[in-house]
């Protein structure tokens, strides 16, 4: 049976303006929950799935209550639990009997990665100009713009080593869908003694989800976004890469705050394991997964 | 090889005033883990938490953001998430190359459980009078009244079906330490075409425990809390119950705020699976494991 990874991006999930736990959020939750039941015919699932917008709204909350501020390490868990229950749910009632699994799943990160004094992972809403400004000035925070506004940059570690793998190859073998990996994985590094410390990042989901679809054994990586294809001209976007090798799409240049991770990850997927890498939108999942839609990357 | 399900309390993770995530609510973390690691040694564990003054914070921080008031599924889900994540983290550091793992577990209860009409369930901080009597008013909220103060009330349905036994079992088979059934479990309710739809609900965490160790076979049950036994003059006590059958336990009439739910549960485990369940401190765990501290209740 064909073992495929989706990994499902936050800002298809949760789109700009609307609240973590909404109805509009749920919505976007059935809508991704139909394109994996219908992927999980025949097949053996994992799903991951991005918590940006999530993770970045909760950071806001537990600042507008007045506490001390939360770890991304701490929020990213948070949104885990939101994000899985709720697509595990929605799975679930598209699937009666299918049996479905949501780890937390902790990653390794080097607690010296250059992503610590480098930012490039945007979380949570969009600002305007000023109210970027202003924050820059208070917080410190770096920012990544686009014709949306201002959306603030956090770092973005490289994921070195899931801790979970086994249990999800376990509960793949024996046929359950398996969803882990939420948010790119929740972040720790090693610290004194053997022990663990959190760390405050936000792993890229992409890159998370090319080490789980690899240490699985998964013939397919599947990254799934609110785009439908990596285009050569962007952000034009009038021309579509529609199969590339991984030195070809990383000869594109795209941005980190962008398409840059989601072709990292589908160039390393498909030169470590030999298998398919495709890139395209939420919506055309099954065709994206035919080679139909979207943009497929193999090594030769 | 033995195996136990422990229950550990909300309050025992998270002491009033304290925030979650919160330095305090990790050195909680680290005691309750240095516990876990003891009972791990030579046994098979699942572990299974609280999450009252957590999740009713967690409320409070959605409110104070100004969004959509948030349901107490998805609450639940995110306290799930960083209190398993934590606790995870925390036992790791302290068993190195032990393979643990923690599970979002969804729970089905009945849409008309009586409990949604009579909330027993006290979450979040303690409120003083007058604050309890504006939210009593302005909100419809009920409260649960003790030496400490008012505590808001929600309803606490009974659980019926916990969906990821399966899951549960195959990974402890396979020697993992399982963290499961968080806060209770997240709630869920048959809607319409086989569906499920959440609850605003929080089940309780010590009957949800009971119902995973009769599902799973476990030989004991640990309830864990910050109180050291179960007393027949609650709540002066003076009089500890140091054994008792499911009957005597029930026939002491504890309040359901307080250690109602854990007599019950217990009672429940001992009835139905000839296995015994032990009350007491976090601290004191392979005492109360040994009989040598807490209350032990057993069928005969």
Chains 1, 2 share one sequence.
Not at 46 to 71: C, D, F, K, W, Y
Request: charged share 20%; proline share 7%.
């Amino acid at each position: 049976m064909n073992r495929i990874v989706v990994a499902l991006g936050g800002n298809a999930l949760l789109r700009h303006g609307q609240d973590p736990g909404s109805p509009a959020e749920i919505d976007n939750l059935a809508i991704a929950a139909d394109n994996l039941a219908a992927l999980s015919v025949g097949r053996s699932l994992i799903v991951t799935h991005g918590n940006g917008p999530q993770v970045g709204l909760l950071a806001l909350r537990a600042e507008a209550a007045g506490g001390p501020p939360s770890t991304l390490d701490v929020l990213g868990a948070e949104t885990d639990g939101a994000i899985g229950y709720l697509l595990e749910r929605e799975v679930r009632s598209r699937l009666p009997g299918v049996p479905l699994v949501t780890l937390l799943t902790q990653v390794e990160v080097a607690a010296d990665d250059p992503a610590f004094t480098h930012p490039t992972k945007p979380i949570g809403p969009f600002y305007p100009a000023e109210q970027a400004d202003a924050l820059r000035e208070s917080r410190g925070w770096r920012f990544w713009e686009d014709s949306r506004g201002f959306r603030r940059l956090v770092p973005s570690p490289i994921p070195l080593r899931v801790f979970q793998l086994d249990a999800v190859r376990l509960l793949l073998e024996a046929d359950h869908v398996v969803i882990c990996g939420g948010g790119g994985g929740i972040p720790v590094a090693r610290g004194e003694h053997g022990s663990f410390r959190g760390v405050d990042a936000v792993v890229d989901k992409d890159l998370l989800a090319a080490l789980v679809a690899e240490g699985v054994g998964a013939d397919m990586l599947l990254l799934l976004t609110d785009v439908d294809a990596v285009y050569r001209d962007f952000p034009e976007c009038q021309d579509r890469v529609e199969r590339a090798t991984p030195q070809e799409l990383r000869s594109l240049g795209l941005p980190a705050g962008s398409m840059g991770p989601k072709v990292e990850a589908a160039a390393r997927f498909a030169e470590r394991t030999g298998g398919v890498a495709g890139i395209g939108c939420l919506d055309d999942a099954l065709l994206v997964l035919a080679g139909k839609a979207g943009t497929r990357v193999r090594s030769s």
